[in-house]
């Protein structure tokens, strides 16, 4: 029913309807104009401080991180655009965020480092893209690497799985130090 009834919208009326959605919040309004930029002109540093805002914590160990809604603004990224340079400096920024959690105040949870994997593994892969593409990945790939190396270590097999990754995406020759 709705899809039809957006099909018949007139371009005023889609228009409208654009603009009331980005008047309803600032995470519309970010994810409207990212679709509708050309990849230049995408505000990844907005996406990069509600990331840093999700994956935020005190140090007194209050947890205020919250990876599910990491995972939202990837998600509207994505949506947002198709660059796979966008895409990969925001994941590898993801990465450092929540990895610095657990490097600044300790052990979490078997849930919390399946999930900074699976953010590790999405960063590696959109880093090669961007590398086929032509893109210098040089600070990206270091910023995985420094991760990979300060994970070691840590418990539930997040430090075997992240070299792990890294031997898979980028090769074993620079796994250690």
Not at 7 to 18: G, P, R, T
Not at 126 to 152: C, F, N, P, Y
């Amino acid at each position: 029913m709705a899809r039809r009834r957006l099909n018949s919208l007139e371009k005023a009326e889609l228009i409208a309807l654009v603009k009331d959605m980005m008047e309803l919040s600032a995470d519309n309004k970010l994810f409207v104009r990212s679709a509708l930029a050309d990849a230049e002109d995408i505000e990844v540093e907005k996406y990069k401080k509600k990331i840093s805002r999700a994956l935020s914590y005190n140090m007194r160990g209050t947890k205020y991180w919250d990876l599910k809604e990491a995972g939202r603004i990837i998600r509207y990224l994505e949506k947002a655009t198709d660059d796979p340079m966008i895409r990969a400096d925001v994941y590898v920024h993801t990465v450092v965020q929540g990895h610095r959690i657990t490097d600044e105040l300790g052990d979490i949870d078997q849930d919390y480092y399946h999930t900074m994997e699976d953010f590790y593994e999405d960063a590696a892969k959109w880093v090669l893209a961007a590398q086929k593409q032509g893109h210098d990945i040089t600070l990206l790939k270091e910023s995985l690497r420094e991760v990979m190396l300060k994970a070691q270590g840590i418990g539930w097999g997040y430090c075997d799985e992240l070299s792990s990754l890294w031997s898979e995406y980028f090769g074993d020759n620079d796994a250690e130090e």
